[in-house]
T-cell receptor, first 112, second 114 residues
Framework: GNSVTQMEGPVTLSEEAFLTINCTYT??????LFWYVQYPGEGLQLLLK?????DKGSNKGFEATYRKETTSFHLEKGSVQVSDSAVYFC???????????FGEGTQLTVNP | DSGVTQTPKHLITATGQRVTLRCSPR?????VYWYQQSLDQGLQFLIQ???????AKGNILERFSAQQFPDLHSELNLSSLELGDSALYFC?????????????FGSGTRLTVV
């Protein structure tokens, strides 16, 4: 079956540091890949997505590239802010849109 | 506000009881998904409905059931509750089941079983 593996957290950075959160996946076929973000006390928000190999998703300074050869979708941001503190989830979708499979989530804390 | 409305936000109940969680999808969305988020199992897909019909089923216990009504709102029924059912339950919706678009999540119902 499908599975998603994220780097273990928590991750603590200083403001303006570079962020990488690793994500690898196992899936049949060619899934779409997503990053969702969960702020404290809130639901999940779609951060970015990529639907085919070599696509780059980007939003709010975050980027991730769909790498089919390494089955990866690592999240990056060049300069994090305190407001980026949240839990980040990598996910993949079955092609028929029946469900999302999530990674374990990575807690990010950014200190001023 | 994502447009997906879940009620109640918090629920505390005793073991053995039954509860109903309610979800109103975003306007125009025909598909509803239920997910469970717990500390030990992470985010798990439970069940999906599309235009009133069950479309996909995940790791949903037999004690749990759901339905989607003609007005497209959905209810998740949890019965014979156990301590281990304590979790955050999310509803999500999408226009149609489309693997490329993802879905929009509500803010969740936090269920505590005591």
């Amino acid at each position: 079956g499908n599975s998603v593996t994220q780097m273990e957290g928590p991750v603590t950075l200083s403001e303006e540091a570079f962020l990488t959160i690793n994500c690898t996946y196992t899936a049949t076929g060619y899934p779409s890949l997503f990053w969702y973000v969960q702020y404290p006390g809130e639901g999940l928000q779609l951060l970015l997505k990529a639907t085919k190999a070599d696509d780059k998703g980007s939003n709010k300074g975050f980027e991730a590239t769909y790498r089919k050869e390494t089955t990866s979708f690592h999240l990056e941001k060049g300069s994090v802010q305190v407001s980026d503190s949240a839990v980040y989830f990598c996910a993949l979708s079955d092609r028929d849109g029946s469900r999302l499979t999530f990674g374990e989530g990575t807690q990010l804390t950014v200190n001023p | 506000d994502s447009g997906v409305t879940q009620t109640p936000k918090h629920l505390i109940t005793a073991t053995g009881q039954r509860v109903t969680l309610r979800c109103s999808p975003r306007s125009g969305d025909l598909s509803v998904y239920w997910y469970q988020q717990s500390l030990d199992q992470g985010l798990q897909f439970l069940i999906q409905y599309y235009n009133g019909e069950e479309r996909a089923k995940g790791n949903i216990l037999e004690r749990f059931s759901a339905q989607q009504f003609p007005d497209l709102h959905s209810e998740l029924n949890l019965s014979s509750l156990e301590l281990g059912d304590s979790a955050l339950y999310f509803c999500a919706s999408s226009v149609v089941p489309d693997g490329e678009q993802g879905c929009t999540f509500g803010s969740g119902t936090r269920l505590t079983v005591v």
